[in-house]
């Protein structure tokens, strides 16, 4: 078991003294970084302007988790690692390449929303060419899949005649992606680490040593009920640490420094096949839950001041003109153009056509397939197990 620390009062200046650059991020991706962080919260913006026009139905932010979804974006492979975000992950889809004109078209409904095609709620991110998959709204469940497709993906790297195009079965359908190393990214909130599908990811994810880098997005609520009710002790690292052959990181979430150096541990650490690792990021929620609450009713004014000290989008601004990396005309610039470019996106996103309603039928069973085809017939034919490196068949399994 590994376990980092990063002391959130070590500011960023001393980090840039420690190691003679900024933890390994160059001047250009720290802009990019504030780009992306910009767009997120402004994309969030744009969409409550919407909800309150009735022009969008549902409404959920990822403000406040901006500064860790651009560090795991920048520490993991967008197309070649496998993600299974939650709905405050915004900045980790836009730092992997999503645009915001896409998740626009997820806000309004659109028929080319590219996470469902208007049939799934906003913010339930999905984008097939950057491996992200598709989330329940059903909290957890997302944690299950990871592990999974990591278990999946360690299967083919150790037999890889199995992932090899063949008729009769998924391949015939599907091509099988493997590279061997990697890593499958899962986030949740504080509130989802009460949730079964946790416990019994984190128990399968250590017993097999799977490559798996649970994010956990600590921003002190679950909806309304504060972490110190929700979680025994308040912290869920304190509760985990046991779990053997883990890499355990236990950050300031809302500065994007000390994120970016703890995902690229984690990550090095499962890509390397040592086992899982866990983030543990404190971060802010500074709207509420949803568009359907609203946190004025439960969280007291000097509690949301002192998130507001922390938030991670002035905070990185701050940080990039103190360093001279980019002065007050730069700033504006840069986040003139995101708002022009968020309008323009809004205003594609409002004329996009809708699903059309003959449409319902579509993705509900195969289109390529008759399940009353001959070819159910016959049960299919299996290849017989692959031979070990010591040249002998693995015995079978005992259920």
């Known amino acids: ?26 001047r250009q991706q720290l802009i990019d970084a504030y780009r992306i962080m910009f767009t997120s919260r402004r994309v969030d913006d744009r969409e409550i302007l919407l909800k309150r026009q009735q022009k969008v139905f549902f409404q959920i932010s990822g403000a406040g988790h901006e500064a860790i979804g651009v560090a795991a974006a920048y520490a993991l492979k967008a197309g070649y690692d496998w993600f299974f975000p939650y709905y405050r992950d915004r ?3 836009l730092g992997l390449g999503a645009t915001p004109y896409e998740m626009l078209l997820g806000a309004v409904g659109a028929a080319d929303d590219p996470s469902s095609g208007g049939r799934q709620m906003p913010s339930h991110w999905a984008h097939k060419r950057l491996n992200v998959f598709t989330q329940s709204s059903c909290t957890g469940t997302q944690v299950l899949h990871a592990v999974g497709c990591a278990e999946a993906g360690r299967y083919f790297a150790q037999h890889p005649n199995a992932a090899r195009k063949a008729e009769g079965d998924y391949r015939q359908f599907k091509d099988v992606q493997v590279h061997g190393d990697e890593i499958a990214y899962v986030s949740l909130g504080d509130g989802t680490t009460s949730e079964g599908e946790f416990w019994e990811a984190l128990n399968t994810a250590s017993n097999r040593r799977l490559p798996v880098l649970f994010s956990i997005q600590d921003n002190g609520y679950a909806i309304s009920v504060p972490v110190e009710v929700q979680t025994a002790g ?8 046991g779990f053997p052959n883990f890499h355990f990181e236990e950050i300031d979430g809302t500065d994007p420094i000390v994120a970016y150096t703890a995902f690229k ?73 995101v708002e022009e470019q968020i309008q323009a996106d809004a205003d594609r996103a409002l004329d996009a056509p809708l699903p059309q309603p003959e449409s319902i039928y579509n993705f509900v069973y195969s289109p390529d397939l008759d399940p009353k085809s001959a070819a159910f017939d016959t049960h299919p034919a299996y290849a017989a197990p692959e031979a070990t490196s010591e040249g002998k068949r693995p015995a079978a399994s005992q259920a």
């Open 234 to 241: 308040g912290n869920i690292s304190r509760l985990v640490s």
């Open 265 to 337: 541990r984690a990550a090095d650490y499962c890509r390397a096949g040592s086992g899982p690792a866990f983030v543990h990021a404190h971060v802010i929620r500074p709207y509420s839950h949803s568009l359907s609450d609203d946190e004025r009713l439960y969280r007291p004014e000097s509690e949301r001041e002192r998130d507001a000290a922390r938030d991670p989008v002035p905070r990185l601004q701050m940080f990039l003109l103190r360093e001279g990396i980019l002065d007050e005309t730069g700033i504006n610039q840069l986040e003139k153009e």
């Open 1 to 26: 078991m590994a376990t980092t620390k990063i002391d959130p009062k070590l500011s960023e200046g001393e980090q840039k003294k420690e190691s003679g650059s900024y933890q390994g991020l160059t």
């Open 91 to 93: 900045a980790l889809l």
